[in-house]
């Protein structure tokens, strides 16, 4: 067994992560965001996606970076001028359903 090195729960299904040549040792993944997921430089959230970088500082999504920086760069979409299917739409659309006939 391994201890968690946030809650200190000393665990037999605990598990280790090796970020950054460091290796740490945890009992959840709730201790291992909390101990190692940056922080959104605007409104502190835990960045657990890909978040947005600006300039080397880490924010949870565009709206805070744009916030933060000033910067009207940042966005969360990009529209094209093609419009292409989403993944949605096109599973959707392959797996219709036929009519079933009346009884």
Excluded: L, W
């Excluded at 605007?42 to 999504?61: P, Q, S």
């Amino acid at each position: 067994m391994a201890r968690c090195e946030v809650c200190g729960n000393d665990y037999d299904k605990s598990f280790e992560v090796v970020a950054a040549g460091e290796r740490h040792t945890f009992d959840s993944f709730e201790c291992a965001v909390h101990k190692m997921a940056p922080a959104c430089e605007h409104c502190g959230c835990k960045v657990i996606g890909h978040g947005t970088e600006v300039d080397g500082h880490f924010y949870c999504c565009a709206h805070c970076a744009r916030e933060a920086t000033g910067t009207t760069e940042a966005q969360d979409r990009v529209e094209t001028a093609v419009a292409r299917p989403s993944p949605t739409s096109a599973a959707s659309s392959s797996t219709s359903s036929s009519a079933m006939p009346p009884d």
